[in-house]
């Protein structure tokens, strides 16, 4: 249901190459293979590249339409330089969010380098997981919701959702805001943004919302 897959392709052995013309989502065989799982319900969850600070800089299969894509971030929300950014050439924005991926703790299995078995690295590759790790959680509490679900409650919950561009996407995701309100709140009434009274009556629906998340207040 979820993946978590932090391989990126761009330059190959062989000297072929990617063009910045051809990440469009729809030409690279690993992001084809990748918008198919996603759309059998899989939430596919990859790291952006570590080819920033130069936009067009994605790997594939990060330029898909509909697999999460996740750039790299210091603890203090502050974008890495080596974080790859988009559009992609079809002019998405990517990535989707972002997550910490500067000093990240993790298992070394090279003894001779980290003989405790833990080190500390920089990379897209492990803030791929932190955000597959949010979507297991939004899956099991939310088990209706497909991969691209999954992929829009964390891009409404992101900390740049009110802006998304291609260097941050739409920000760090609250997991805690995306499974409360995983499809987010919906205005009912008025219908229209043209209001016929000065006085209107609102009302709003919030899909889905867990017990956890109650009671729901607006202001």
Request: charged share 15%; glycine share 10%; no cysteine.
């Given at each position: 249901?979820v993946?978590?897959s932090?391989?990126?392709?761009?330059?190959?052995?062989?000297?072929?190459?990617?063009?910045?013309?051809?990440?469009?989502?729809?030409?690279?065989?690993?992001?084809?293979?990748?918008?198919?799982?996603a759309?059998?319900?899989?939430?596919?969850?990859?790291?952006?590249?570590?080819?920033g600070?130069l936009?067009?800089?994605?790997?594939?299969?990060a330029?898909?339409?509909?697999?999460i894509?996740?750039?790299?971030?210091?603890?203090?929300?502050?974008?890495?330089?080596?974080?790859?950014?988009?559009?992609?050439?079809?002019?998405?924005i990517?990535?989707?969010?972002?997550?910490p991926?500067?000093?990240?703790?993790v298992v070394?299995?090279?003894?001779?380098?980290?003989?405790?078995?833990?080190?500390?690295?920089?990379?897209?590759?492990?803030?791929?997981?932190?955000?597959a790790?949010?979507?297991v959680?939004?899956?099991?509490?939310h088990?209706?919701?497909?991969g691209?679900?999954?992929?829009?409650?964390?891009?409404?919950?992101?900390?740049n959702?009110?802006?998304?561009?291609?260097?941050?996407?739409?920000?760090?995701?609250?997991?805690?805001?995306?499974?409360?309100?995983?499809?987010?709140?919906?205005?009912a009434?008025?219908?229209?943004?043209?209001?016929?009274?000065?006085?209107?009556?609102?009302?709003?629906?919030?899909?889905?919302?867990?017990?956890?998340?109650?009671?729901?207040?607006?202001?």
């Open positions: 249901q993946v978590s932090s391989l990126g392709y761009l330059r190959f052995d062989d000297g072929f190459t990617y063009t910045p013309g051809q990440l469009n989502g729809d030409f690279a065989v690993t992001t084809v293979a990748a918008d198919m799982a759309a059998r319900g899989i939430a596919l969850v990859v790291s952006a590249g570590n080819g600070p936009p067009r800089t994605l790997g594939t299969p330029a898909g339409d509909s697999v894509s996740v750039g790299a971030e210091d603890s203090l929300g502050t974008l890495t330089g080596f974080s790859s950014r988009g559009p992609t050439a079809d002019g998405r990517k990535p989707d969010v972002t997550a991926g500067l000093r990240v703790f070394d299995t090279d003894r001779s380098r980290s003989p405790s078995g833990y080190t500390r690295f920089d990379s897209t590759s492990f803030s791929a997981p932190i955000v790790g949010a979507a959680l939004l899956r099991e509490i088990p209706t919701l497909t691209v679900d999954v992929r829009d409650a964390l891009r409404r919950a992101g900390t959702a009110a802006s998304p561009n291609s260097d941050l996407g739409w920000g760090r995701p609250n997991a805690l805001v995306a499974a409360t309100f995983p499809r987010g709140i919906v205005v009434s008025p219908a229209d943004t043209l209001l016929s009274s000065i006085t209107p009556t609102f009302s709003w629906s919030t899909p889905e919302v867990p017990s956890f998340g109650l009671p729901v207040s607006y202001r």
